[in-house]
């Protein structure tokens, strides 16, 4: 296994149970960084996702909006959602690109069940196994950003996968690479931070005094991260302003393994000794007599 | 049959001995990653044929171009190495694929004739000679020999041509040379539209 994919949790799976060649920390930690005030809304990276995940199409009709879905789906990992605004005395769309963060603290893997349906990679990437997917669509409830989608077909979750196939022998994926206006960049998470802190102070300096960098804390970062030119209105962006996940089902679980071995291993030693001082059972010993 | 303890006692051990030498792994199991679907494919460099812009482009292609295979394309994306869009393309450089392989593509001339409601497909000798006759008779009817200061300017004003932005430097000569030769005026380029 390539370093490029050196495991870093798996749903369901106490850590110590990952065997250790393939949590070898080291290699780059990625990040994109989506600047939406340069995104003029072409959808040039829905169209590359779908086309390199060989995602099926999906019949769209005119809602009054320029957005092509309604919704993400399972075949539709990347979605531009055109909010329509009011900013001051003007009309804006405030876009957002509508696909899997990839959070450092991922609520999908921490709600998931099924050992190794869920894997979060030490470069950022959280991908689904849907070959370990039982379908019980915790990790839809789990997501603070309402991003996996469940296919009734398959009875399976899918979402982005930031083309970790690409990634994996070191391009970038598919959305980050076809963008006309570099309104989406892809490098190793601190130098998207840097990038991310200039980007902010020139908007600030013309003018957009609330511009930010969306990068939550309460899922520990993302691995796409928004710089978003009006930072005092989240919801308008449809971007939760206090996302929240926590590995508490996870470690719960861990506790618990060790608690059922404990209690296993107390059994085992109890019967052991109960049969070292008291000996094996006899049939004259038992009380009880059939009926006939 | 009855199972005396004894008995079930030595079963169980057994089976469970052959469960383990059969190698029953609790190890959790790996998200297998997709392979690169490019990974085995020949690259060609080539120029997107959409627009004027003329973005760089990689096809890619699956089949070594023996004698006895056709080559197919499997993905297009951006050419990073061209100076001109850098590995971008758009929404429809994107999808360009399509223009090649797409089950929906038109390999030959649809008509719909005067009253009729339906497209029907029709060969390009008919589709020629409709053409070749119909431009002649709007050329006869709006031909100008002379303008109205009676200096000889040979024009067809009835016709326009919209050339395309996917025609070669050779395709666009040999349009205008034509159409000129004809008396058009009103020759353009979608790109500009």
Known sequence: MPDTLAI?????????????????SGGPVYSKLVDISKCIGCKGCEVACKEWNDLKVEQTANFGSMQSHKDLSSNTWLLMRFNEVEVGDDLQWLIKKDACLHCEEPGCLFACPAPGAIVQYQNGIVDFNQDQCIGCQNCVSGCPFDIPRFDKSTKTVAKCNMCIDRVEVGLEPACVKTCPTNAIQWGIKEDMLALAEKKV????????EHAALYNPGGVGGTHMMYVVPH?????????????????????????????????????????????????????????????? | MAISR??????????????????????????????????????YKTVCPYCAVGCGTIAYVHGSG??????????????????????????KGASQMGLAISP??????????????????VDWDFAMDWFARKFKASRDATFVEQDSQGRTVNRCNGIAWVGSATVA?????????????????????????
């Open chain 1, 8 to 24: 870093k949790r798996i749903s369901a799976t106490p850590s110590a149970l990952i065997p250790l060649e393939s949590l070898r």
């Open chain 1, 201 to 208: 102070e020139t908007m600030k300096r013309r003018g957009y």
């Open chain 1, 231 to 292: 930072g005092d209105r989240l919801e308008d962006y449809s971007l939760p302003a206090h996302p929240v996940a926590s590995p508490a089902p996870l470690h719960g679980l861990s506790v618990l393994r060790r608690v059922g071995s404990y209690l296993l291993g107390f059994g085992v030693v109890s019967a052991l000794a109960h049969f070292l001082a008291v000996g094996p059972e006899s049939p004259e010993d038992e009380a009880w007599e059939p009926k006939p």
């Open chain 2, 6 to 43: 004894r008995t079930f006692l030595k079963a169980s051990v057994a089976g469970g001995v052959v469960v383990s030498a059969l190698g029953f792994d609790l190890k959790p199991a790996y998200a297998a990653v997709r392979q690169l679907k490019i990974r085995n494919a020949r690259e």
């Open chain 2, 66 to 91: 023996g004698l006895n295979t056709t080559k197919t394309i499997i993905h297009v994306e951006g050419d990073p190495d061209n100076p001109i869009n850098g590995g971008t393309l758009c929404p």
């Open chain 2, 104 to 121: 929906r593509l038109r390999k030959s001339p649809m008509y719909r004739g005067a009253g009729a409601s339906e497209w029907r497909e």
């Open chain 2, 169 to 193: 430097n050779e395709d666009a000569y040999l349009i205008t040379k034509t159409m000129r030769a004809m008396g058009l005026t009103y020759i353009d380029h979608q790109a500009r539209i």
